[in-house]
């Protein structure tokens, strides 16, 4: 069986792109789940599946971040892992798409959960805003903040990869991937045409898919006047030949596989080289 994929809102699984694109698992807050139903149905995830690899937000709730550290804590198991990441929601819901695609490949759970580092390098996260006087997630100017009360202006912010903010009209342009993509695009209290009629063609997309906007997302961008999007590798096939090209390390802590510098399991970094035994006291 594939490992298990699991994220903390329904609304961060996206479609599948293909028939082999497994599901994603949802591990709901304190307040709509009991601890002994999650323990359950997180035991039972890890019997059918083996591993169970679970995506969540920076910004989620202290009391549903100590629950997934709780159920782990109580199962007395080293077969979960816990991605805590900086991305904005839409852009988890699209990682957590890139990993289900990639776990019914032929790699092992602990490549899959550290992949996630790898693939968000490729993820280009952002949104439209009306305002930008409530955002404190990206660097904002005060230039900037004082024109967010001026009526019609826009924003275009990118948070990932690297942070941008420019305003809708001027002759900056957001600065996109230079590798083919697809664009999805959750509107909010907001016209998405700039981002369907601009950005994408700026962009050169694929293709555009317009998907339900997360509710974390107004929260996360600091209005609900916003359209979210965000710019990823959509082939399967893209994602396996960058996954395989990175060298796999076995964790010096689990014991489990990874690539990268860090374990997706235990967050052990992976162990400097030791200095050759072979090497006599006082050689250069």
């Not at 962009?203 to 979210?228: I, R, Y």
Request: net charge negative; with cysteine.
């Amino acid at each position: 069986m594939p490992t298990a994929i699991a994220v903390t809102s329904a609304d961060l699984v996206l479609p599948p792109t293909d028939r082999q694109t497994p599901t994603a698992a949802v591990l709901p807050p304190p307040g709509e789940q009991s601890l002994d139903a999650a323990l359950a149905e997180t035991n039972v995830l890890l019997e059918r599946h083996g591993y169970l690899v679970a995506l969540y937000p920076s910004s989620l709730a202290p009391a549903h971040e100590h629950r997934l550290h709780t159920v782990r804590s109580v199962l007395e198991t080293d077969r979960i892992a816990l991605l805590k990441l900086d991305l904005p929601p839409l852009g988890i819901a699209v990682l957590t798409r890139q990993l289900r695609q990639l776990s019914v490949c032929d790699f092992s759970a602990g490549v899959v959960a550290s992949a996630a580092r790898l693939l968000s390098h490729y993820v280009y996260a952002g949104a439209l805003l009306n305002s930008v006087a409530k955002l404190d997630r990206i660097p904002v100017t005060l230039k900037s903040h004082a024109k967010s009360w001026m009526p019609g202006t826009q924003f275009a912010v990118l948070s990932n990869p690297e942070p941008q903010l420019i305003k809708v009209g001027g002759e900056e342009k957001l600065t996109g991937p230079e590798f083919a993509t697809q664009l999805a695009v959750g509107a909010g209290q907001l016209s998405s045409s700039w981002v369907t009629e601009t950005l994408a063609p700026a962009w050169q997309v694929q293709g555009v898919q317009e998907v339900g906007l997360p509710a974390a997302s107004p929260l996360w961008w600091g209005t609900p006047k916003m359209v979210e999007f965000a710019a990823f590798l959509p082939d399967v096939s893209v994602l396996y030949q960058l996954v395989s090209s990175v060298r796999i390390e076995q964790c010096h802590w689990c014991g489990i596989q990874l690539i990268g510098d860090r374990c997706g399991f235990c967050s052990a970094p992976v162990a400097t080289a030791e200095p050759h035994a072979a090497l006599s006291r006082g050689s250069t």
